[in-house]
């Protein structure tokens, strides 16, 4: 079964009038299973009470909660992992610092970086970015369903497609047959994250049963 990734922006589910700890209930209410911390201009402490209430809210509804960047932050709270990118703390130490048992999430942009992530030790791969997204300026070329379709096919470890991912684009993910999908402004930036998150699911669903 495809898997669908929540990825927070407070600022995101702000401007569409939600505290960030309602949409992550409502999206796991809804059926998310995993859910990212990620939260690029908050304080060490305001990024540390909301992973403690996210906590409380994901572990509710036995979701995993992966802290983006901040290993500190995960230890401190117990996370189930963490994800990094490439610019950020090596996986290797990420491993030794959060033990064998904890999630590592790894993004990677290209086939050359998957190349360098095939014998690591971390759990899964973000593949990013493939559609044009508003949410993240700082984006790589864009893989398109081609190039995603390219490293699924290259790669045993599971991997999250990421970048541009809505009611309109979930079900060509889907068929590429990537472990899931993960979206921020599908979730955090719509009226109702609950009825968001059950379209994309049903999406989902859908292109799968037609493999
Ligand atoms: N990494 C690559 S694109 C992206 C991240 C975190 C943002 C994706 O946001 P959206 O709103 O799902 O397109
Ligand atoms: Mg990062």
Redesign the pocket.
Known sequence: MSQLYL?TDSAIAQAAGHTLAFVVDEACRAGVRWVQL?EKSLSTRAFLELGMDLKRITQAYGAKLIINDRVDIALAIDADGVHVGQDDMPYELVRSLIGPDKIIGLSINNLAELEAAQNANVDYLGI??IFP?G??QD?SSLLGIAGLQEICSRTQLPTFA????NTRTIQDITRTGATGSA????ICGQASPYEATRELIRLMGDAQSKV
């Open positions: 990825v990620r990013a970015t997204t949410t993240k984006t990421i970048g541009g991912i979206v921020v402004s599908a």
